[in-house]
């Protein structure tokens, strides 16, 4: 099953009719440094999240190509740790063998590590199929 993305706000726990239907197909992963008790997620794992410093970093940008591109890069060499790789694996293993996993954040955002590091699961899925 291919790994989905979605934004936070989309499962607040508050406005249940907000949240997306079919929801009780997937399984919820928030990919952020923060959990609010708002979330709906079923998992909340931080080392898929960029380091504080490489967050702040973006958000205090202009968020040019040329910023997205260094935050990019900083964000993939982070990746490369013992566990955020062991969890990218388990991600991969999971979305293969069936599971709908939906990848949160908070950004609304297009330019997010959310969409990267699906990247990153799906290259593992397939390199492991």
Known sequence: MPVKVGC??????????SIRKKRDEE??????????????????????????DTQDEWKKSKMTPHDWKKFSSKY??????????????????RSKNGEIIR????????NCHRYMLKLFID???????
């Open 123 to 129: 290259e593992f899925s397939l390199a492991n199929a």
């Open 76 to 93: 993939t060499a982070e990746m490369k740790s013992t566990k955020s790789l062991k969890a990218i694996r388990d991600l991969g293993e």
């Open 103 to 110: 990848l949160l954040c908070y950004e609304k955002d297009n």
């Open 8 to 17: 936070a706000s989309d499962y607040n726990k508050n406005h249940p009719d």
């Open 27 to 52: 399984t919820v992963v928030l990919v952020a440094n923060k959990r609010y008790g708002w979330v709906d997620c079923d998992e909340h794992i931080t080392e898929l999240a960029p380091r504080i």
